[in-house]
């Protein structure tokens, strides 16, 4: 489904955005038109505008009166036709009738190019593209939201899938009635789809004889109503035989012009009306605001195709290469990964491939995709852990997508588990989906193994013990890419807490000022680009690892400020609090654009502990002055590690900050940051209720703690942190 | 300036059972600058009492358009045809300031027999001008101008 909404996306992107815009601009003709129409304050009857014309214009052999209720009379005068606008209220002349040239060329522009058929057929094509693009995406979005019913939910991911799905969420419906419509025109105008005209040699009537009557008392114009007229053709001068053609909304007759007798009428037929359905959904004539509606939703295709290859842009340089992936009902070995940021990934491919390469048929994909593997013998899972033991993304919805596959999905099973031994739930959820496959029967084809910290040797080991159970010699050698880093200078640094046993240090880093040619040309080096609460990661000398920091500011303020608490023995902490001014570090950005505070007005509450105050330092910082927010902060004593004190109560004076409500562990009467929660259940209960969101950041323990404090108080309102976090509304970033 | 070319085989009475009692005949509709879609056109021949007797050739394939050349239509509906064969005399609509060539092989009992030639126009969402040119068959060569979208019809052999 990706591959077919990328491809038709990115073949047809540049002529549908081309029919998008195009399409918006004359989606304002028929707003304008029945602006300038004087359109529904009319006469009544086609009797009574008849008439009025004929008066009006001696000449007057034709009649029309387009959706949008503008009439226009052609006469003839002194041998040539002429064509006049027709106020419809009292049948006057306006003025000579002009088509609008610029709305002419557009509507040509948009219909064919002006490249004839080819462009029509082209036109066409773009129309059932837009509709393909439509239809893959909603299947695709229902996919990942995890069914229908949460389609409407919030959307995690980059800034461009996040813009990317909230653009098509709001136009999807414009887009697949345009493009539907489109298509259908097309397929009419080709001849694929009758349109229900045919050429008529049914005799014309002919009027009595008689000597005409004045038009506006002619019984069958006056029991047609104006907003029904499309066309009246008046009788030739002169001949008493010959009779007014009238085409309405229902068909077409004729009108003896002595004696206002209908004579005959043919009613459209269900192709005339079909198309005629059609062509007022697609163009909006008529009904202004259904085109205006339409054309709105056409103004999201350019930012789709941008933001949609922008996604396709990412997904490529990012993703790994299977080879010969077999499709999951023929594969004979089904690999599925859980993976949240992409590392456990490029292990399974190192799998997949080296499998392919010994001849096996097999499938690699997500494990929230799992179903029964009809042909597969065994089954390889390959999943990271999250959060506090918690499934990583692309598995989140495992373990309810298992229980409806009946029994195991294939016979034998082999687990995988990615983790890091410094959280205390290592490799948990490796260890749930075990039992949870052998639970339904699958054979284990070897023991739960677990890799900490993505080491190559114990995957190497794995696979060699792997290739033994099932008769394939594997060698896997797997080192997982290392992100393109960059040169950061230290400018400043900041320290707290050695008195109290917590060495932390604010750390600021700046892009380097470059030296060579470039520099010396007056390009200066920058940093990347990154938001409050995003992580730069870094790999300390000797490791092949990167650890994440969040940082505290916005690469607009011109520094990348982290906070660093040293960890005894610690790698990278200890590798940074040895850093002087003037030293250079390796560091990448990784975006973390679901940990940000929403764009609303509600109330924020805040809570961190330690190192963790430090983007929320900075999101009180970027604080609207007047928007709530209330932050709980931890730390050990305020003589010698209160964070970012100045700051946070020069936003205090400022209304950036609403409360500041501290925790000291190492005072007299010590307390933790989810003491403070739970003394102010009240209040928090009340912000929750009023639309509030959390966002805490610091370490699991604190989380926890914090967790099973907010649960507590927001019992009373029947609600938990889960239900809160699965509407965005309560973030953490613990570690 | 785009040429369209039609060469009429087999239609009506027009054709010449052998060569040599007919004449080739070049009928060339140039039409106005306009602003405006392309026009449908339908050339067609009347008898010298002014009754239809044969089309020519019919410029714009959509039936749904077709109809809007009513003065074409109602004459061959006078003359009591039920059904039309357009197979090989219909192409293109023409745009504007474009020429519409047709050749065509005439009877010479038609020619300076009082069989005229009409050019009748339509435009989609623009006028309608049955007899927009009129021109006998003549072996004088003929040069008219229209008074709709044609802006002139000769005739020549
Ligand atoms: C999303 C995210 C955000 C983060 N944000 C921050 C932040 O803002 N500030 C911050 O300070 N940290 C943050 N961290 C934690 C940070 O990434 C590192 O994990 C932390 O700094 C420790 O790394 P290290 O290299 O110093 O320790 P490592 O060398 O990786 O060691 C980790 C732990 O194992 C112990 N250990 C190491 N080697 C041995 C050994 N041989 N024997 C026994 N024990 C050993 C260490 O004592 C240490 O406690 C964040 C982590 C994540 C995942
Ligand atoms: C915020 C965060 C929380 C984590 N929680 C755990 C955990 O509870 N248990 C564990 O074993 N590993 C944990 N890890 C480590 C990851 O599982 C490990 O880095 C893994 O290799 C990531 O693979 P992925 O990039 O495919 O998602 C955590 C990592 C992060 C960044």
């Not at chain 1, 924020?604 to 430090?614: D, M, P, R, S, T």
């Not at chain 1, 209040?683 to 323990?701: F, H, K, N, T």
């Not at chain 2, 050019?119 to 927009?132: F, H, I, K, L, T």
Request: glycine letters at 10%; hydrophobic letters at 45%; aromatic letters at 8%.
């Amino acid at each position: 489904m990706r591959r077919l909404h990328s491809l038709a996306g990115l073949a047809a992107a540049v002529v549908v955005t081309f029919m998008a815009i195009t399409g918006a601009i004359l989606s304002l003709q028929p707003a304008l038109e029945t602006a300038s129409a004087r359109a529904w304050a009319g006469l009544g009857s086609v009797a009574q505008l008849a008439g009025a014309v004929a008066t009006n214009l001696p000449g007057a052999e034709r009649l029309t009166r387009s959706a949008s209720g503008m009439v226009v009379a052609y006469y003839a005068e002194n041998g040539t036709q002429r064509a006049a606008q027709i106020d419809p209220a009292t049948g006057g002349v306006i003025g000579a009738y002009e088509p609008s040239g610029f709305f002419s060329f557009i509507t040509e522009l948009h219909r064919s190019l002006f490249l004839g058929d080819r462009g029509h057929a082209i036109a066409g094509l773009a129309s059932v593209a837009i509709a393909v693009l439509a239809v893959s995406g909603i299947l695709m979005l229902v996919k990942r939201m995890g069914g229908w019913r949460r389609l409407l939910g919030q959307v995690k991911g980059t800034r461009s899938q996040r813009l990317h799905t909230f653009l098509a969420r709001l136009a999807l419906v414009a887009l697949v009635v345009t493009s539907l419509s489109g298509a259908f025109m097309s397929a009419v105008n080709f001849g694929f789809i009758p349109d229900g005209t045919s050429l008529s040699f049914a005799m014309t009537p002919q009027s009595s004889g008689a000597a005409p009557a004045a038009i506006d008392s002619l019984p069958a114009l006056a029991a047609t109503p104006l907003g029904d007229l499309r066309e009246l053709v008046f009788p030739a001068i002169g001949d008493a035989t010959d009779v007014f053609t009238l085409s309405t909304a229902h068909g077409q007759g004729y009108v003896d012009q002595a004696t206002g007798a209908l004579l005959s009428f043919t009613p459209n037929n269900f192709w005339q009306q079909l198309y005629e359905a059609i062509y007022v959904l697609h163009t909006g004539v008529g009904v202004w605001w259904l085109a205006l509606i339409l054309g709105l939703g056409a103004l999201a295709v350019p930012a789709l195709a941008i933001t949609g290859t922008l996604i396709w842009a990412q997904r490529r340089r990012h993703s790994v290469r299977l080879e010969q992936n077999a499709s999951w009902w023929s594969a004979r070995t089904v690999i599925l990964v859980g993976s949240e940021n992409n590392s456990t990934m490029g292990f399974a491919a190192t799998l997949h491939n080296a499998l392919v390469a010994q001849g096996e048929r097999v499938h690699t994909g997500p494990m929230n995709s799992v179903r029964a593997y009809p042909a597969a013998e065994r089954l390889i899972v390959l999943t990271s852990t999250y959060g506090d033991g918690a499934a990583p993304a692309s598995a989140r919805h495992f373990l309810a997508h298992l229980d409806k596959v009946w029994a195991s999905p294939a016979p034998s099973v082999a687990v995988l588990g990615f983790g890091d031994r410094s959280f205390p739930n290592y490799c948990a959820f490796a260890e749930v989906v075990q039992a949870a496959l052998v639970a339904r029967g699958a054979e284990p084809l070897v023991d739960l193994t677990t890799i900490d910290r993505q080491s190559s040797q114990d995957f190497a080991r794995w696979g060699e013990r792997l290739g033994e159970a099932i008769g394939v010699p594997l060698t896997l050698s797997h080192t997982p890419a290392r992100p393109a880093s960059q040169d950061l200078v230290l400018v400043e640094r900041e320290d707290f807490g050695c008195e109290v046993q917590a060495p932390t240090a604010i750390l600021r880093f700046a892009a380097p000022n470059g030296q060579g040619l470039l520099a010396r040309l007056g390009f200066k080096a920058s940093l990347p680009r990154f938001a409050v609460g995003d992580l730069v990661g870094i790999i300390p000398p000797g490791s092949d690892v990167p650890r994440y920091y969040s940082i505290a500011t916005a690469s607009g303020e011109g520094v990348l400020e982290i906070c660093v608490r040293k960890q005894a023995g610690g790698v990278c902490s200890e590798y940074l609090h040895a850093l002087n001014p003037g030293d250079r570090i390796e560091g990448f950005v990784r975006h973390n654009p679901d940990f940000r505070p929403a764009r609303n007005r509600k109330p924020l509450i805040l809570v961190g502990a330690g190192a963790g105050i430090a983007p929320l330092a900075g999101f009180v910082r970027q604080n609207r002055p007047g928007r709530p927010a209330y932050l709980f902060l931890g730390a050990r004593d305020p003589a010698s590690d209160f964070l970012y004190r100045r700051q946070l109560e020069g936003a205090l004076s400022e209304n950036r900050l609403t409360s500041l409500d501290t925790a000291f562990s190492r005072v007299v009467g010590g307390q933790y940051v989810q003491h403070r929660l739970a003394a102010q259940a009240d209040e928090v209960r009340e912000l929750v209720a009023a639309g509030a969101q959390i966002m805490v950041c610091g370490g699991l323990d604190m989380a926890r703690g914090v967790r099973a404090a907010l649960d507590a108080a927001l019992a009373p309102l029947s609600l938990s942190t889960a239900m809160l976090k699965a509407q965005g509304r309560y973030l953490e970033d613990a570690y | 300036m785009k040429k369209i070319i039609a060469s009429l085989l087999l239609c009506t009475a027009l054709i010449a059972p052998a060569a040599a009692m007919a004449k080739d005949v070049t009928i060339t509709t140039t039409l106005d600058n306009y602003s405006g879609r392309d026009a449908y056109l339908a050339v067609y021949v009347t008898k010298p009492d002014g009754s239809y007797d044969s089309t020519l050739w019919v410029a714009g394939s959509k039936q749904r358009y077709l109809g809007d050349l009513r003065g074409w239509i109602s004459a061959m509906t006078a003359a009591g045809m039920t059904t039309l064969n357009l197979d090989g005399i219909t192409g293109a609509s023409i745009g504007s300031g474009q020429t519409l060539t047709i050749h065509s092989n005439l009877a010479d009992t038609l020619i300076d027999a009082g069989y005229t030639i009409h050019v009748e126009s339509a435009v989609e969402q623009g006028g309608e001008y049955p007899d927009d040119a009129v021109a006998p068959i003549t072996s004088a060569p003929q040069q008219v101008s229209g008074k709709g979208y044609v802006a002139t019809l000769s005739v020549s052999m």
